[in-house]
């Protein structure tokens, strides 16, 4: 029934991703030389304009991959003869904003202005690095949210020192602010005082709680469905007795201590073995303090995020992808509306991410 | 008689007709109706300067009617006479893919007075509106109709805060012959939406060259003001003169081409701009005032630019003089001719604007030391049919 509930969810979250279209605008420069059209004219031939586009939206197009992350950006190597070969189809249009020649040197310049639809490249991205049968292999992972609880600050302690030194006398006015000693004289220095001490800095204690991790386990499922693997609860790799660790417990202890001890991990790992889940993804996301955007005046959520990808499927679990810590942004009239930005926000790129770096291994 | 009066008018008027030539009109597409999802109105710029910039209006907006801010319920009345065939307004947004949202940006406002004779006093409310259309989901600007507002008082003292502030107010309640919401409504119903705009034109940058900074305020030299303002004015006048829409100037406003818009109800976004293709440059370059019998003639000599990533398109030398008797000028003062100065400049680019849409040859000639002005005049009638 659980699996049936998961796969009427993923189906869902495919079709709500069929329907947006994320598209992005260039502007670039094409220029040809041409020969005049005939000898009683110096006007460029009719398709000359056509030609010098073509460039021109080449090179929008050349814009638009260098935008990508390192991790599409390798993705994307591996299947760009096929992704440009039908280049055509993912330019949504192109929009000439204006054409300059020059007779003298017959030369003809236009800028066009290109659309380009993002979300059908990064579609045939994924759909087209399926490696084998691995688009059907199992995908799991364990992440957890958790919100800084209370963040204990502590002073920096200074130490200063103060030397003065008084004309033809031997006293000397010594005061350790850091340790509340004094040495003091009712004789005033006139002449020469040097200063000088130290800063001691702690770090600040963070403790955590734990939130639902509701966005990344839906932005996790979106992203392996529409890559095509089989996406699988770590619960339901308990509940097939592969491991002992629970997931509740696996995030109870990253909430108590700030990584996975290496047992809870090696558990993990096995545990996805045990059930021949090829990948296995271990990640956190961690809501930092929020603060009041000045542009806008709305509450400003940061968003950290860290997970590690592991290849599951062999006796020693290989660490195949990582990413961050990244932070993300997200705003809201509350608290509440501008961290599940955030998290959303965070997960969608965590989760793509993840799948780049699988697809361009 | 009658007869050869008319005749008579027909012949006189005759030359003008023949001379008018339409280069630009209102782009209508009839063929289609948009649902339009209604976002309210907006203070544009960052959320910590409201204050400083909206004063008056971002006072008014706290004023609440039944629990909703008076600005909300007043347009909300003067949106009843909403009516374009173009456009099903929907009051409810929408977070479909590729719905438009409409709102209502103020992007400038202000209240400036100046002294005339010894005990009179002429104020000036001013504001600056933008109508924005974007796509909701993806928070992307579609196309910005630009318009602005003035209100000229006159009193025998200097107005106080709270009067100013009382003049905005019955502004915005339909109290005195400006209502500013009625002009909205007059401007969102001859609004035209079309499935695809054209290429984006806006102003970059508006440049007070030399001794005619020295002419101007100190008031408004402060943060950029006065180039705020004229930008303002000039993309106001080019979008209603010549039916484009403009990409709002962005000095000091705008980060990475997006516009943050607060909204009356305190929702917020930040909408991103399309990127300019058309960019135009204003240069004010002289500022002149010449004494002839009772007149004094203040006289406004300006450059309009505009390129593209390939080069500069339009280079157009503009003059206009205004002659006004020395009896209404004051008596001198920096403040008192600025407004005169101003008004001189603000019928040059207005006659301008007009004249890219409709044209009688002899504006031009008279107007322009450029010897192609004319064919300056078209390459730019050309960018703005693009932008259209």
């Not at chain 2, 630019?305 to 280079?315: F, H, I």
Request: glycine share 6%; aromatic share 10%.
């Amino acid at each position: 029934m659980k699996i049936l509930k998961n796969l009427f969810l993923y189906i869902l979250l495919f079709i709500s991703t069929l329907t947006i279209a994320e598209t992005e605008k260039f502007t670039a420069i094409g220029s040809i030389t041409y020969e005049p059209s005939s000898v009683f004219s110096s006007d460029p031939p009719k398709d000359s304009e056509a030609k010098a586009a073509k460039i021109a939206i080449d090179a929008a197009w050349k814009k638009y991959i260098s935008g990508f992350s390192d991790e599409k950006r390798n993705a994307y190597s591996v299947v760009k003869s096929s992704v440009e070969n039908r280049k055509n189809e993912f330019i949504i249009g192109h929009r000439i904003v204006d054409s300059s020649i020059d007779k003298d040197q017959k030369k003809l310049t236009v800028q066009v202005r290109v659309e380009i639809d993002d979300s059908a490249v990064q579609k045939v991205i994924f759909d087209k690095t399926k490696k084998g049968n691995e688009a059907s292999e199992y995908f799991s992972w364990v992440f957890v949210t958790r919100a800084q609880d209370s963040v204990k600050s502590y002073m920096n302690k200074v130490t200063k020192i103060n030397k003065a030194e008084s004309g033809g006398s031997d006293i000397q006015n010594v005061s350790i602010d850091g340790d509340s000693t004094a040495v003091t004289s009712d004789k005033s220095s006139y002449s020469k005082s040097t200063s000088g001490g130290s800063v001691e800095k702690k770090r600040d204690k963070v403790t955590w709680i734990q939130l639902s991790s509701k966005e990344i386990d839906s932005a996790m499922g979106k992203a392996l469905v529409n890559a095509g693997y089989e996406a699988i609860d770590f619960g339901d790799i308990v509940g097939e007795g592969c491991g002992t660790t629970t997931v509740e417990e696996i995030r109870e202890e990253f909430v108590n201590n700030t990584d996975l001890s290496s047992q809870t991990e090696s558990g993990i790992k096995k545990a996805a073995k045990n059930c021949e889940v090829k990948f296995t993804a271990i990640g956190t996301l961690d809501i930092m303090q929020q603060k009041i955007d000045p542009v806008t005046g709305l509450t400003d959520v940061t968003v950290s995020v860290t997970a590690k990808v592991y290849d599951t499927s062999k006796r020693f679990a290989k660490k195949i992808g990582s990413v961050g810590p990244v932070q993300h942004h997200g705003l809201g009239d509350s608290e509440q509306v501008a961290r599940g930005n955030a998290l959303t926000e965070a997960s969608k790129q965590a989760a793509s991410t993840i799948i780049n770096q699988l697809r361009a291994r | 008689m009658s007869y050869l009066k008319y005749a008579l008018a027909f012949f006189c008027f005759l030359p003008f007709a023949v001379q008018t030539k339409v280069h630009l009109t209102e782009q209508i597409d009839n063929t289609e109706v948009f649902d339009v999802y209604w976002a309210g109105f907006a203070f544009l710029g960052d959320f910590n300067q409201r204050e400083t910039r909206y004063p008056y209006s971002s006072q008014i907006s706290k004023e609440k009617n039944n629990g909703q801010s008076v600005i909300d319920v007043g347009i909300g009345k003067a949106l009843q006479d909403f009516n374009n065939p173009n456009i099903n307004l929907k009051t409810e947004l929408s977070t479909k893919p590729g719905a438009i949202a409409m709102a209502v940006g103020l992007s400038y406002e202000d209240a400036y007075t100046v002294k005339f004779g010894s005990n009179e006093y002429k104020t000036t409310y001013d504001l600056a509106l933008n109508i924005i259309l974007f796509d909701f989901a993806e928070k992307k600007i579609i196309a910005v109709h630009p318009l602005r507002l003035f209100y000229l008082d006159a009193s025998d003292s200097k107005p106080s805060a709270d009067k100013n502030k009382n003049i905005f107010n019955k502004l915005y309640s339909g109290q005195l012959e400006l209502n500013i919401f009625n002009e909205i409504v007059k401007k969102l119903n001859a609004l035209s939406l079309r499935k695809a705009y054209g290429n984006y034109i806006g102003i970059r940058s508006i440049n007070f060259k030399g001794s005619t900074q020295d002419l101007i305020p100190d008031s408004l030299l402060q943060n950029n003001s006065i180039e705020t303002q004229t930008a303002q004015e000039f993309e106001a006048l080019l979008s209603k003169n010549t039916f484009v829409p403009v990409v709002p100037y962005t000095k000091g406003e705008l980060i990475g081409g997006r516009m943050p818009a607060r909204f009356s109800d305190g929702s917020a976004y930040n909408l991103k701009l399309p990127e300019k293709d058309y960019l135009i440059d204003l240069d004010i370059r002289k500022f002149k005032k010449q004494e002839k019998g009772s007149y004094f003639n203040y006289k406004s000599i300006i450059t309009v630019r505009a390129s593209t990533q390939l080069g500069e398109k339009v280079n157009l030398k503009l003059s206009r003089s205004m002659w006004n008797l020395k009896s209404g000028s004051g008596s001198g003062e920096k403040d008192q001719d600025w407004s005169l100065y101003e008004l001189s400049l603000s019928s040059l680019l207005n006659e301008f604007t007009k004249q890219l849409a409709t044209s009688t040859p002899k504006w031009t000639k008279k107007h322009s030391a450029s010897k192609d002005a004319e064919s300056q005049m078209d390459n730019l009638r050309d960018l703005l049919r693009k932008s259209q």
